[in-house]
């Protein structure tokens, strides 16, 4: 995306700057009290999700990695088109009961609830190189979880990267152990 200046040439504006003014905040959804970030606006602008899908992509290159995993459902939306630009493998973490064949599982406590996710116990050949891509980063239950699932079924976790960090809620600091260095890298940090 760009502004224009007086002068009629485009100015390229900050991608922090851009994702930011694509996400919407919807007070007290799900529940009261929690303030939700839609990133619809941003999934329906072209320019945006572009540039999204580029700055994951260049991680994803820039980690050296085999595979991206995407979490179900919204980091799905993010993490298939980081793959196809990265030249690497999609593999899904979805919620229980939704992938056929053998499954290793892990439960989990988010912001406004609990879950459980799943991965295929063959996702991944031994020691592939993953990069885990989701939208939010809240409490960081759902990003531990698949960590250690991902680490399970036998891939190196190379990074973990989120659209967005909710840094008033920690979940970088409660990731802290689990990550072991591997580093979490956040477009927009609110
Ligand atoms: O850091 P946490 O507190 O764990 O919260 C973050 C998670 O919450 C949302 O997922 P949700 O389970 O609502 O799934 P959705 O993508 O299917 O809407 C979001 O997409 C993250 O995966
Ligand atoms: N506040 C929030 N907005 C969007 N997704 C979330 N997942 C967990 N907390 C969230």
Sequence with gaps: MSATETTGQPVPVDLGTLLTSRIRDVPDYPRAGVVFKDITPLLADAAAMTALVEALAALAVRHQVDKVVGLEARGFILAAP????????????????????????????????????????DAFLPGERVLVIDDVLATGGTAEASVELVRRAGAEVAALAVLMELAFLQGRTRLETVLAGAPLEALVTV
């Design 82 to 121: 980081v793959a196809v630009r990265a030249d690497v493998g999609f593999v899904p973490v979805r919620k229980a009961g939704k992938l056929p064949g053998e499954c290793l599982s892990q439960a989990y406590a988010l912001e406004y609830g609990t879950a459980e996710i799943e991965v295929q116990r």
